[in-house]
Structure formats: C-alpha cells, structure tokens
C-alpha cells in the first residue's frame, strides 16, 4: 500500500516577490492602469514529479543543489504546498529536517526536550513517557536543569538528536541532517534510520552522503532541476548521477590552454592527453574500493629531456595527497629517456586500499630533478562503495587487506 | 465552512503544541527580564498613576466621584491585554521565520501563544486591582461574574486582531510599525481616558460599534461601579468579534497555505 502519493506536482516560485508595503501598494495603483505581471519571474522548483513510497520503502532523493529536493520534502510536510498536482501522505508525518526546532537558549535540557518534542508533533502524554529514553540517549542525565545557552555544541546536537530519535513517525522524512555533527553521530543517526526502517515504516531521506543513501534507501531518485532524471536501483542511479556530475559524457581530459597547469619552461613537453583505465583497460568513470587502476600519460616532447622523471599522485578534495609513485625511484627496469615526439608514460595502481570518495590524479614532469610541467586535479576518480551494502570497512579512511588469527588456549 | 471545521480540528490535535509555546513564551519573556512577573502589573499601574495625575491635578475629567487610580487602573490593565496581545503576537511569526519555514504545524499556533501568554500577564494584573478595589472601599455587586463574559468576548476579538496583523506582518514587514502607531491611535478612540459619558448621545451608537469601547466600558461598570453592563453594548460587542474572528481565521488559513513561500 502506498503511504506516499505525489502525483503530478509542479511547484513554481515567483522570483522577488511582493516586499514593502510600498511595493504592493504601488503595484496595486499600476494594476490599474495596466495588467500587471510582466514583470514577474517564475521558476520551477518542481516540474511535473511523480513518484510513490510503500510501506517499509526508504526512498532517496539525490540530486545538485537546487534540484529540488527540499522543496519535495517541504510539500510532503505541508510546509508549503504544490502549485498544480496532489500529495497524499496517509499517517503521521514527522520531519527531520533541522535538528533542535524551537530550542531557546534560555530555557533547560528538560524544557526544551518538551519543546522540540512537540513542535515534532508528540502528545504531552507521549513525551512524558518517552523523556527517560530519551534523556538516556543523550548522556545528559546531569545537565538536564542547565539553560541550553552554556551547552557545547556538541551537547545540544546530541540532545536535539535525541529528542528527534525518539518520534515515532508513520512517516519519516529526513534532510542532510547526517552532514552535522562528527563521524559516530552519524553513524548514530544512519543507525536510528535503520531500526526505524526496519520497523516497516516509509522514510524519504535526502542526502548528499552517497554512501549513506547506498545504505539504507530500497529505491533512489535523481532530481535535476526541478524534473526526474532517474529512477530505480540504488547502485544504479547513484552512479549515473556520479557521472553526471563529475564528467558530464567525456572520460578522457584533454588538456587545452587555459586550464590549470604549470609549465616551468617554455613548453619542452605538452601533456596532451590523460586516461585513467579500470582493470580491463576501459576508461571509467567510477571503481569499486580495491579495484586497480592505470593513469596513461600521453605527452608530446618538443626535445629530447635529460634524466627525465614523471610522478604520479592521487589527492583528495583537499588536496591532501595520499598515494603516489616516482617512476626514477620505481622498479621499472625499461627505458628511461624521453626522446622528441610523442609518448605514453603509464603507471598502474594495483588493488588501490581507498574509502569511497572523490579522488584526483595528478601528474607532474621533471627534468634533472626540476619541475618542467604539472597538471593538477585530473578527474575526479570517483571510488564508489561495495555492492554489498552497509559495508563496515566503508567507514574507514584506508581499506587493506587483512589476516587475522585468534589463538587461545583452553583452561 | 468545511475549510474553517477543518482548521479547527487540526489546531485541536496541536493543543499540546500550543500549550507548550504558551509556558515557553511566558518562561522567556520572565527569564530574560529583571522584574519578571512585575511587568505584567508595573505597566499598567504606572500608566494608571500618571492619568491619574495629569487627569485630577492638571485636567479636570469627571469620574463620576470614583477615585482617578481606580477610574483609569480598571481600564488600563485590560487595555494593557490587549496591546500586549497585539504586540507579541503580531511579530511572533515574523520573529519564528526558521520553524515557518522548516516544519509543519498549524501556524495560528504562534499568534495564540502570545495572546494566550499576554492573558497570564492580565491575570496577575488582575490581583493589583483587587488590592487598589480594597483599599478605595470599592463595592462590587453581581455583576462580577460577568467578567469572565468580557474576558471571553475580548480573547476573541484579540484573537482576530492579532491573526491578521501576523499574517500581514509576513507579507509586509512594514507592518511591524504601523502596529504601535495603530495601538496608539486606537487607544483616543477608546474611553480609556474619559468616561463615555462625554461621548454626544448622538455619535454614541456609531461609537460603541468599536468592541474595545463596549469592552473597557463594561470592565468599568463591573469592576468600578457595580453595576451591570450595558446588554446590548454587549451583544454587539460579542457577534461583532465573533464575525470577525470568523473572517479572520479563514483568511489566516488561506494565507497560511503561502508563508513559507514568502518568508
């Protein structure tokens, strides 16, 4: 049975809408000279998206900024309303939306328990019966009486968490709340989903958490700009998404003037291509945590170059470098010159140990140990999760192969 | 007539909400003041006092032989209701923009919370009057339970007032200061400072169309004179707040539908 039902729905903003008095009331005078609403600009937040949830279904909404899904959470919470179309949303709705709604510095732990709570739409009965789970949830047992206003921010997280935690939705919508708060809340948060899901209960989560929404949705749609772009499988529509975003339809950088590089003499090497290769020897755009992957440099030398090196490293959005290889240093054994004309240099990352992310190449030139040529922020390489999902080692910052043993002696 | 069924019983089901917004907006406005509860009764008195002063000594009004204090203080700490009513509530979704805009919940929870915390201050004003009523020997009759009729009248037509003016305020934030002005204004055309007497016999019905002025004159036959009020000053008062609260919160609920659009 369908609990959510969005048939249809378009929502249109009107862009810089009605503000002073003064505004309206001189609209109003030129409304009667002249038909007004020339000047008026619309956009669609929403364009005719229809979708369902049934029972025990997590649905995630994917999608760049201002594709949508806020809005498509704030019709389904009757935040605002749709401008053609219907919504029908059968039980109780609750919003995760933004944590500690209503909290006011002044007033207590206790007090503001209530507060949140019911603003989040329980009964004075049903808080009263749930404040012990949830004041034990918190760990706040003893700052209870203490105005909110002298919490850490990490107190009043968890005691905002907490108080959403603990409403008992037929209904769960969920916002980037996951994006506050440090790793082991999250995976709190990703774990609350969870039981809550299990429980049978429809959920619609939005998120940018590629990986939580891996975890825990049974379907996924990609928004872009107001309209349905994808439906279906997790995995599927996750990496389509991927790629959309990352690479548009090219996988091969070629690299033109203008772009980020540097040259540190007057072009004795012009890099002219960069392919990075999966296990099979076909450019991609996404690998699964362990796989190997193959950087192709294709230069074009201008001279021969002396005592030529090439290094090879990959970095994260920080620009944090975190694996990366020296062909002098290397245990190549072949040529070691660079000869006038064109030319592939490759280097092979066997089984590369990284968590799912967004990663980049970079390649730098040298010759006699200066730096010729640098090309940063090739990619980006997205590391996708396991196809198995939840899977606990996608947490960690490296993935290695391991061997265990477990030797005890019996008494 | 559906819609305004509808609206009713979904407010129903948020009571608790409402209750809970009540107790935090009293809990606030006592936890960051000084004087707390002394407000609730400082306000009206010291307003009382200066009339009374300025009314006696200076400028001779006739109170019909009551004492000035008594006179302007059984006015002014229901007019003092009101306008604390209209103040709090008139801003009080403007000044909650993050929660409009993020969650669901019926939003004419917000207004009636501030007319609702502004009874509890009136409340504790109503003590100082029984004081001031003991100690000028003022002798109240009957016509005392009656009081909670005016009260109920007044809750009502504060109610419509401040659902517009939020609403509004939303649209229009010039709204914010038209509202004290407006108070100002309203508060001459209401026998506040003179008796109604003064009023020609002529314009007097036109005059007592406005439901502030039956109310604060009914407050003063009761709590002053002892006498009973005026039926049908009472009558009209009552159907025409009951008309426009009517108005008022299906209008509300339209425009409700647009808030956080707009906001």
Known sequence: MAVIEFNHVTKTYQLGVRGSLRETLMNALSGLVRRESDHKKLLNALEDVSFEVREGEVLGLIGANGAGKTTTLKILSRVTYPTTGSVSVDGRISALIELGAGFHPDLSGAENIYLNASILGLKRAEIDAKLGEIVAFSGLERFLDTPVKRYSSGMYARLAFSVAAHVDPDVLLVDEVLSVGDAIFQEKCLNRMKEIRDKGKAMVFVSHNMIAVQNICSRVIWLDRGKVRAVGEPEEVISKYLHNQYFGQQNIWDLEEGEELFRYDEGSVVVEAIRILDEAGESFQTIHGGGSVKVEVHYNAKRQLNSPNVQIYLTDKQHNRLMGSDLARSNYKGQRTISKGEGVVSCTFDAVPIRPNVYYFNVDILEENRLIYRQKDIGPVIVRPDQSASRWEDYNLFDVNCHWELNGRTE | ?263
């Open chain 2, 1 to 263: 007539m559906t819609m305004l069924a509808e609206s009713f019983l979904e407010l129903n089901r948020y009571r608790d909400l409402l209750r809970t917004w009540t107790i935090r907006e009293i809990k606030i406005r006592y936890k960051q003041s000084l004087l707390g509860g002394l407000w609730a009764i400082l306000q009206p008195l010291s307003v009382a006092i200066i009339f009374s002063i300025i009314f006696s000594f200076f400028v001779k009004v006739p109170t019909d032989g009551i004492p000035h204090l008594m006179f302007y203080y059984a006015a002014l700490f229901p007019w003092t209701f009101f306008t604390t009513a209209v103040t709090t509530g008139s801003n009080s979704l403007v000044n909650n923009l993050n929660l409009v805009t993020k969650i669901y919940f019926p939003r004419e929870i917000l207004p009636l919370s501030g007319v609702l915390a502004a009874l509890f201050d009136f409340t504790i004003a109503f003590f100082v009057y029984i004081g001031l009523a003991f100690l000028y020997k003022v002798s109240v009759g009957p016509s005392i339970m009656l009081l909670f009729l005016l009260i109920m009248i007044q809750l009502l037509f504060t109610i419509s007032v401040v659902l517009v003016l939020a609403a509004l305020n939303v649209f229009h934030r010039d709204i914010r200061f038209v509202v004290p002005l407006g108070l100002q204004i309203y508060m001459y055309s209401t026998p506040l400072i003179y008796p109604v007497s003064t009023i020609p016999e002529k314009i007097r019905p036109f005059y007592m169309l406005n439901p502030m002025a039956s109310l604060i004159h009914s407050y003063r036959a009761i709590l002053v004179y002892g006498q009973w009020p005026e039926p049908t000053y009472l009558l009209s008062a009552f159907l025409i707040s009951v008309a426009f609260l009517l108005t008022a919160y299906t209008w509300f609920n339209k425009a409700a539908r647009s808030f956080a659009d707009l906001i």
